[in-house]
T-cell receptor, first 115, second 113 residues
Framework: QKEVEQDPGPLSVPEGAIVSLNCTYS??????FMWYRQYSRKGPELLMY????GNKEDGRFTAQVDKSSKYISLFIRDSQPSDSATYLC???????????????FGQGTILTVHP | IAGITQAPTSQILAAGRRMTLRCTQD?????MYWYRQDLGLGLRLIHY???????GKGEVPDGYSVSRANTDDFPLTLASAVPSQTSVYFC????????????FGPGTRLTVL
């Protein structure tokens, strides 16, 4: 079983829809939770990150972390065609040694928002 | 424009050949990383370096080697390429080894025949 599981989709929604993207994880040591966005034939770029449990909002994007369920979500409100991309969740712990600073990524979800 | 450059953009390589993927950053970041991205498997860490002169193994290091002679460059070498190394390779950097934000290059598409 992979440490981080993410439904690869693909997910296709109409413009204006609310999108929900999710990841589950098994490593209880993960403390930092990130969402990266990757446009076609580009490298990923950081969209949002949260520390431990709770919600974080940035414009149309909301990240949620539920550590008790080992489950994180990214919500996109009023989705736009420009949101079409692959969304990757990523996580890391505070551990030192060989785990220091390493991000563990989910498989990525391909999202298409059609006009 | 500050960022990460990778070369080549794409490459087709015969199995058994040696290949070095180049990565250069101009942000003076201490930490650098190499990932491979495969459909259904996401990004997997190959090797990393938290500072010039040091390197470490990631999740899938076999068949790859790296060096970090200076802050800016972090080449990835495939000593004897095999078809299973067909992938998209991304180089990334972060200011420090524990940072949440990693900055990614545009990637190198490698096909090993």
């Amino acid at each position: 079983q992979k440490e981080v599981e993410q439904d690869p989709g693909p997910l296709s929604v109409p413009e204006g829809a609310i999108v929900s993207l999710n990841c589950t994880y098994s490593n209880s040591a993960f403390q930092y939770f990130m969402w990266y966005r990757q446009y076609s034939r580009k490298g990923p770029e950081l969209l949002m990150y949260t520390y431990s449990s709770g919600n974080k909002e940035d414009g149309r994007f909301t990240a949620q972390v539920d550590k008790s369920s080992k489950y994180i979500s990214l919500f996109i409100r009023d989705s736009q065609p420009s949101d079409s991309a692959t969304y990757l969740c990523a996580m890391r712990s505070n551990a030192g040694g060989t785990s220091y600073g390493k991000l563990t990524f989910g498989q990525g979800t391909i999202l298409t928002v059609h006009p | 424009i500050a960022g990460i450059t990778q070369a080549p953009t794409s490459q087709i390589l015969a199995a058994g050949r040696r290949m070095t993927l180049r990565c250069t950053q101009d942000m003076r970041h201490n930490a650098m990383y190499w990932y491979r991205q495969d459909l259904g498997l996401g990004l997997r860490l190959i090797h990393y370096s938290n500072t010039a002169g040091t390197t470490g193994k990631g999740e899938v290091p076999d068949g790859y080697s790296v060096s970090r002679a200076n802050t800016d460059d972090f080449p990835l070498t495939l000593a004897s390429a095999v078809p299973s190394q067909t992938s998209v390779y991304f180089c990334a950097s972060s200011a420090r080894g524990g940072d949440n934000e990693q900055f990614f290059g545009p990637g190198t598409r490698l096909t090993v025949l």
